[in-house]
């Protein structure tokens, strides 16, 4: 399994201030994804990255952005967080499995809680 | 737009006994995911289907795609299956985004 890390675990920020998370990935793989998870909603996607610097938007974008400057690591910036952007996020990496295009495997971060106060 | 529907949204059982949770989705995927979430933890991948049925120690999930339909069952529950189980399908060219269903939460009491 491909070892994926979130930074921090934990976070209380202020209405306002900007935020970043990070995603560490320790393989090459190509497909990243940052994913917020809450109650009633389940979990929807943010924003995805295809590749160092190619990077697309999710269902739920507005109020964030991304970068991947390198394949390992994915960054999601809150620009001014606001207290609906309180929520756990995910971040997930997909890895081919099988044949390619058909099966691919989902692993998830250990998830970020994020509390704007 | 792709739905994810995933029946029953609570389900609780005694230890021992046969369990079974549906999900159903309205579009052609290029695959289903089953994902199992503890209270408080991080989320587990258990199957990825495509077609057919796989089966991982007491786990066993089918899919029927005709239908648009899986299932996923758990023989013999125990306690600490208890958890939230999340099904998620992939469409195909989508740069294998998911779309969750709502999820399960099953509880198994001993």
């Known amino acids: 399994d491909a070892g994926i890390t979130q930074s921090p675990r934990h976070k209380v920020t202020e209405t306002g201030t900007p935020v970043t998370l990070r995603c560490h990935q320790t393989?090459?793989?190509?497909?990243m994804y940052w994913y917020r998870q809450d109650p009633g909603h389940g979990l929807r996607l943010i924003h995805y990255?295809?590749?160092?610097?190619?990077?697309d938007k999710g269902e739920v974008s507005d109020g964030y952005s991304v970068s991947r400057s390198k394949t390992e690591d994915f960054l999601l910036t809150l620009e001014s967080a606001t207290s609906s952007q309180t929520s756990v996020y995910f971040c997930?990496?997909?890895?081919?499995?099988?044949?390619?295009?058909?099966?691919?495997?989902?692993?998830f971060g250990s998830g970020t809680r994020l509390t704007v106060v | 737009k792709n739905e994810v529907e995933q029946s029953p949204q609570n389900l609780t059982a005694q230890e021992g006994e046969f369990i079974t949770i549906n999900c159903s989705y309205s579009?052609?995927?290029?695959?289903l995911h089953w994902l199992q979430q503890h209270p408080g933890g991080g989320i587990v991948s258990l199957f990825m289907?495509?077609?057919g049925k796989k089966k991982h120690g007491r786990l066993i999930a089918t899919i029927n795609i005709q239908e648009k339909h899986s299932s996923l069952h758990i023989t013999a529950s125990h306690p600490r299956d208890s958890a939230v189980y999340i099904c998620?399908?992939?469409?195909?060219?989508?740069?294998?985004?998911?779309?969750f269903g709502s999820g399960t939460q099953l509880t198994v009491l001993p």
């Open positions: 997930a990496i997909s890895e081919a499995r099988g044949v390619p295009g058909a099966n691919y495997g989902y692993t």
């Open positions: 393989e090459n793989h190509r497909y």
């Open positions: 990255s295809y590749g160092v610097k190619d990077t």
């Open positions: 579009v052609g995927i290029s695959a």
């Open positions: 289907l495509s077609s």
């Open positions: 998620a399908v992939g469409l195909p060219g989508s740069a294998r985004q998911l779309t």
